[in-house]
């Protein structure tokens, strides 16, 4: 017990306690079903803040195009599922039984070469890491080993998710076009339609949330996250010190990107459906948005902003459909203008020092508390006398 304190207090773990507790016992016995499963796709795209935390935040690389990553850990997952969801039986209709609809519809008669790894689970868990990862390392390792950064880097990363778009959607006999792969029903057999299933999935996803926390936050404790740092405050002078800047930005790069195809695949699982629609720059921004709305240097407050901005889009969306996206623009506009630093900047800059103060003060009181009242003795009226130069001299003595 006691090494785990110390563990918590060494990776100052305090909040990403507070932040389980409150998805895994709070939420799930405060929400009916159907808006636990909205909370669970929610955290989906939390994998994708707490990556630009890492990327952004400590590395101080702004990349505009996460939903590429988002989408394709999303896509990989989902052709697993298409594939179950299109066996011979259920697709005997078919002018090509054994293959996906869309594929039926544009004439396609025999499954891609492509498509045949994710006829199997394990290859497909795979796939859900190594292909983001290995795009994020070919678009990085270009780019950073030429050093190119700051905005030349942001507006490539946006290059890709329109080129990713368009491809998906041009490509529609293969991809599922514009309306992405729907029908998405089990998994191995078990139906994840099922309210048991739905909880089941959102316990799994703040498992590996949690996970992925604690992952990032043992980098940022050390030599790593350090260097990190130093590169986004003076990266000459890390350069200098013979490091190479480019293999760390590599790194953190992958792993955000890494990330984001987990986060996808869960989106697949728990939704149902996949889509260009998630994959492009305007998705890409809103989650730069979270980032930047919960502290793009807390993973945890990642989590928060995710959370908070995705509950406003779905609340204005049901109470005032006409006008959500102006509500949903001033969030935005109001949280980076009032706190520029995000709620974690809030929250270090107003809670912890007052909460200090107020502890501090009651440690002082118990160490030096009040002297008790003692009542004060009542006053004895006096006659002042006269000086002695004042008295006749016989009254002197």
């Given at each position: 017990?006691?090494?785990?304190?110390?563990?918590?207090l060494?990776?100052?773990?305090?909040?990403v306690v507070?932040?389980v507790?409150?998805?895994?016992?709070?939420?799930?016995?405060?929400?009916?079903?159907?808006?636990?499963?909205?909370?669970?796709?929610?955290?989906?795209?939390?994998f994708?803040?707490?990556?630009?935390?890492?990327?952004?935040?400590?590395?101080?690389?702004?990349?505009?195009?996460?939903?590429?990553?988002?989408?394709?850990?999303?896509?990989?997952?989902?052709?697993?599922?298409k594939l179950?969801?299109?066996?011979?039986?259920?697709?005997?209709?078919?002018?090509?039984?054994?293959?996906?609809d869309?594929?039926?519809?544009?004439?396609?008669?025999a499954?891609?070469?492509f498509?045949?790894?994710?006829?199997?689970?394990?290859?497909t868990?795979?796939?859900i890491i190594a292909?983001?990862?290995?795009?994020?390392?070919?678009?990085?390792?270009a780019?950073?080993?030429?050093r190119v950064?700051?905005?030349?880097?942001?507006?490539?990363?946006?290059?890709?998710?329109?080129?990713?778009?368009?491809?998906?959607?041009?490509?529609?006999?293969?991809?599922?076009?514009?309306?992405?792969?729907?029908?998405?029903?089990?998994?191995l057999?078990?139906d994840?339609?099922?309210d048991s299933?739905?909880?089941?999935?959102?316990?799994?996803?703040?498992?590996?949330?949690?996970?992925?926390?604690?992952?990032?936050?043992w980098?940022?404790?050390g030599?790593?996250?350090?260097?990190?740092l130093?590169?986004?405050d003076?990266?000459?002078?890390?350069?200098?010190?013979?490091?190479?800047v480019?293999?760390?930005?590599?790194?953190?790069?992958c792993?955000?990107?890494?990330?984001?195809?987990?986060?996808?695949?869960?989106?697949?699982?728990?939704?149902?459906?996949?889509?260009?629609?998630?994959?492009?720059?305007?998705?890409?921004i809103?989650?730069?948005?979270?980032?930047?709305?919960?502290?793009?240097m807390s993973?945890?407050?990642a989590?928060?902003?995710?959370?908070?901005v995705?509950?406003?889009?779905?609340?204005?969306?049901?109470s005032?459909?006409?006008?959500w996206?102006?509500l949903m623009?001033?969030?935005?506009?109001?949280?980076t203008?009032?706190f520029?630093?995000?709620l974690?900047?809030?929250?270090?800059?107003?809670?912890?020092?007052?909460?200090?103060?107020?502890?501090?003060?009651?440690?002082?009181?118990?160490?030096?508390?009040?002297?008790?009242?003692?009542?004060?003795?009542?006053?004895?009226?006096?006659v002042p006398?006269?000086?002695?130069?004042?008295l006749?001299?016989?009254?002197?003595?």
């Amino acid at each position: 017990m006691k090494s785990l304190k110390f563990w918590i207090l060494r990776y100052q773990l305090t909040s990403v306690v507070l932040l389980v507790f409150l998805l895994a016992v709070v939420l799930p016995l405060t929400l009916d079903i159907f808006r636990l499963n909205l909370v669970g796709k929610y955290l989906t795209y939390a994998f994708v803040a707490i990556g630009l935390v890492m990327v952004w935040g400590y590395g101080g690389v702004l990349s505009l195009g996460q939903g590429v990553f988002f989408g394709l850990g999303g896509y990989a997952m989902a052709m697993f599922l298409k594939l179950e969801a299109s066996d011979p039986i259920t697709t005997k209709i078919q002018s090509t039984p054994g293959i996906p609809d869309f594929m039926d519809w544009n004439q396609i008669t025999a499954l891609p070469a492509f498509w045949l790894p994710f006829k199997s689970l394990p290859l497909t868990l795979i796939a859900i890491i190594a292909v983001p990862t290995l795009l994020a390392w070919i678009v990085s390792f270009a780019m950073f080993k030429r050093r190119v950064g700051g905005v030349y880097f942001a507006i490539i990363t946006q290059a890709v998710a329109l080129i990713l778009t368009v491809l998906i959607i041009g490509q529609q006999g293969y991809t599922g076009g514009v309306n992405g792969m729907t029908d998405l029903k089990t998994v191995l057999g078990w139906d994840t339609r099922t309210d048991s299933a739905k909880y089941i999935l959102y316990y799994l996803c703040v498992a590996l949330l949690t996970g992925a926390i604690l992952l990032c936050r043992w980098i940022q404790v050390g030599k790593v996250g350090t260097l990190l740092l130093a590169m986004r405050d003076k990266e000459d002078r890390v350069r200098f010190s013979g490091y190479d800047v480019a293999n760390f930005k590599v790194f953190t790069f992958c792993l955000a990107a890494a990330l984001s195809g987990i986060g996808g695949a869960l989106f697949s699982l728990q939704v149902g459906f996949m889509s260009p629609s998630f994959v492009g720059i305007v998705p890409s921004i809103e989650m730069v948005i979270y980032a930047a709305v919960g502290g793009r240097m807390s993973l945890v407050g990642a989590v928060y902003g995710t959370l908070l901005v995705n509950a406003g889009k779905t609340f204005f969306s049901e109470s005032f459909p006409d006008l959500w996206l102006f509500l949903m623009a001033g969030l935005f506009i109001g949280v980076t203008m009032a706190f520029p630093m995000g709620l974690a900047g809030l929250w270090e800059s107003h809670i912890v020092p007052w909460w200090k103060g107020r502890r501090e003060a009651l440690r002082r009181a118990e160490v030096h508390p009040p002297a008790a009242h003692v009542p004060a003795a009542p006053a004895v009226a006096t006659v002042p006398q006269a000086p002695d130069h004042a008295l006749p001299d016989g009254a002197r003595s």
